[in-house]
């Protein structure tokens, strides 16, 4: 989904740009005003860290394009929206300047799908569903995040008249649609044993 420079306008991917950084300013002034401000910084640290190498390891699909976990929704789940859209800018910006992966243009539309629209969906679905069932909230808010920040990035591909709609739609969502299946999952599995084997860090501070 790393979008590389040149298929966005620059007028539009300094739009994208600006909202990035409007987001990152917001998610700076919510840390100055907690208490636990060292431990929220050394938490986003770690899995900035596992989110870079996690979101780096090609895995093999049956579509024939290998899958690239996003982690970015497990990232809200432990640490909140405004974090998970911290921890996707550090993992682009480290993998544009390290892997060769998306652009420095296109930073800002790639976080704004993948950070802003991908976190706050991962959030909001997560706690919607979260008293129903633990399993179906950590899945349903994996899968809405990867889900809505698809349709997000076919709207911003649409805007750029990179490709049709009809386009977008058959390689993009069918694509996604299974990513997020497989993410919502393994998302399950990892984080209710983490609450399970680490009960303090499902009562940490969200920002």
């Known amino acids: 989904m790393h979008l590389p420079d040149g298929l966005i306008p620059l007028w539009q991917a300094a739009i994208y740009w600006i909202l990035t950084v409007a987001v990152l300013a917001l998610y ?25 190498v ?10 024939g394009v290998p899958i690239h976990l996003f982690i970015i929704p497990l990232v809200v789940i432990l640490l909140g929206p ?17 892997l060769g992966m998306g652009g420095i243009t296109s930073l800002g539309a790639n976080v704004v799908t993948m950070g802003i629209v991908m976190s706050f969906s991962t959030y909001y679905f997560y706690k ?35 490709a049709t709609l009809e386009v977008l739609m058959a390689t993009l969502v069918p694509f996604y649609l ?21 009960p303090e860090l499902a009562k940490v501070e969200q920002i």
């Open 82 to 98: 405004l974090s998970g859209v911290t921890v996707a800018f550090l993992c682009f910006l480290v993998q544009f300047l390290f």
């Open 28 to 52: 700076m002034y919510k840390l100055s005003k907690t208490e636990e401000k060292e431990k929220i910084i050394v938490n986003t640290a770690i899995l900035a860290a596992v989110t870079i």
């Open 54 to 63: 996690a979101s780096s390891i090609s895995i093999p699909s049956p579509f």
């Open 178 to 198: 299974f990513v997020g299946v497989i993410e919502g999952i393994i998302n399950v599995f990892i984080i209710l044993s983490i609450f399970k084997l680490k």
């Open 128 to 162: 919607f569903t979260k008293e129903l069932d633990d399993r179906l909230s950590i899945f349903s808010g994996t899968f809405m995040g990867i889900i809505m920040a698809t349709i997000t990035q076919v709207v911003i591909l649409l805007i750029a008249g990179v």
